[in-house]
T-cell receptor
Framework: DAKTTQPTSMDCAEGRAANLPCNHS???????VYWYRQIHSQGPQYIIH???NNETNEMASLIITEDRKSSTLILPHATLRDTAVYYC?????????????FGSGTQLTVLP | AAGVIQSPRHLIKEKRETATLKCYPI?????VYWYQQGPGQDPQFLIS???????DKGSIPDRFSAQQFSDYHSELNMSSLELGDSALYFC????????????????FGAGSRLTVL
């Protein structure tokens, strides 16, 4: 699976959009980009995933560059409850059950 | 909606004792994963089961074992506990129903916090 690189930490003002970048320059054509987050001491939570098209759900939007070497997770109106560590993970479709490997994510702090 | 249920939520053990953690996946999920998260660390994959068979193995110590039962619940058994085993243990489940990309959508439980004294 491709290595991903994220900033260690970011701050965002409450009510503003939080834009979390992720670099995955060695991603292969069959690797999806998944985003999870972990609020302190809680179980990680799935947010969104995509292959090459931009995706949006009730939680966030995922923007993937045309060359697929980077992506941005957008939380459109950040709240204090969005303070968490955000993980970007590149993963192929499983031929069998596959585990997630959590690397160093981004600590997002939403400020009042 | 039903979630992943883990028990116990908190467990305190002495060194060299044995502990067992239980996980009840979301109904109709066919894959169960176990993760360990030490203080200030990222979750580390331990082991997974697909349709009751061991699927993948990560950094699970030899003192640990796990299995998935016929009702799909899973148990993580930890023996000869060491201080370093103190951690949050998460169970997660997933299914390939709805497309194989969905198999990478894991639902995690709230975790079991093990403290070894």
């Amino acid at each position: 699976d491709a290595k991903t690189t994220q900033p260690t930490s970011m701050d965002c003002a409450e009510g503003r959009a939080a834009n979390l970048p992720c670099n995955h320059s060695t991603i292969s054509g069959n690797e999806y980009v998944y985003w999870y987050r972990q609020i302190h001491s809680q179980g990680p939570q799935y947010i969104i995933h995509g292959l090459k098209n931009n995706e949006t759900n009730e939680m966030a939007s995922l923007i993937i560059t045309e060359d697929r070497k980077s992506s941005t997770l957008i939380l459109p109106h950040a709240t204090l409850r969005d303070t968490a560590v955000y993980y970007c993970i590149a993963l192929t479709l499983p031929g069998s059950a596959r585990q997630l490997t959590f690397g160093s994510g981004t600590q997002l702090t939403v400020l009042p | 909606a039903a979630g992943v249920i883990q028990s116990p939520r908190h467990l305190i053990k002495e060194k060299r004792e044995t502990a067992t953690l239980k996980c009840y996946p979301i109904p109709r999920h066919d894959t169960v994963y176990w993760y360990q998260q030490g203080p200030g660390q990222d979750p580390q994959f331990l082991i997974s089961f697909y349709e009751k068979m061991q699927s993948d193995k990560g950094s699970i110590p030899d003192r640990f074992s796990a299995q998935q039962f016929s009702d799909y619940h899973s148990e993580l058994n930890m023996s000869s506990l060491e201080l370093g085993d103190s951690a949050l243990y998460f169970c997660a489940s997933s299914t390939r129903t709805g497309g194989s990309s969905g198999a990478n959508v894991l639902t995690f439980g709230a975790g079991s916090r093990l403290t070894v004294l």
